[in-house]
C-alpha cells in the first residue's frame, strides 16, 4: 500500500507541474486545454491518495479542484469560442 500510495503522490505531483506549466506558457486554447485535462488526472491521484491514507483536507482540496479543472476543460476544449 506505501508504495501505491508513493507513486499516486508522485504521479500526481510530476502531473500538477506539467499542467501548471502549460497553462502558463499561453501558447492557445488547446495547450492551454490539454494543460487541464493533465490537471485533472493529477486531481484524480492525489484525490485516491488522500483516500488511502486518509488525508481529508487534501482529499477535499482536489475535489475542487477536479471541478475547477473539469470547467477548464469545458471552456478551453468542448464550448464553442465566443459564447
Given at each position: 500500500?506505501?508504495?501505491?500510495v508513493e507513486?499516486?503522490?508522485?504521479?500526481a505531483?510530476?502531473?500538477g507541474?506539467?499542467?501548471?506549466?502549460?497553462?502558463?506558457l499561453?501558447?492557445?486554447?488547446?495547450l492551454?486545454?490539454w494543460?487541464?485535462?493533465?490537471?485533472?488526472g493529477?486531481?484524480i491521484?492525489?484525490?485516491?491518495?488522500a483516500?488511502l491514507?486518509?488525508?481529508?483536507?487534501?482529499?477535499?482540496?482536489n475535489?475542487?479542484?477536479?471541478?475547477?479543472?473539469?470547467f477548464?476543460?469545458?471552456?478551453?476544449?468542448?464550448r464553442?469560442t465566443?459564447?
Open positions: 500500500m506505501d508504495t501505491l507513486t499516486l503522490k508522485w504521479a505531483a510530476i502531473s507541474m506539467a499542467a501548471a506549466f502549460m497553462v502558463s499561453d501558447l492557445g486554447r488547446r492551454t486545454g494543460g487541464f485535462v493533465i490537471f485533472v493529477s486531481s491521484c492525489w484525490i485516491s491518495g483516500l491514507t486518509q488525508d481529508w483536507a487534501l482529499g477535499t482540496q475535489i475542487v479542484l477536479f471541478g475547477i479543472n473539469v477548464g476543460v469545458y471552456r478551453y476544449l468542448v464553442k465566443g459564447v
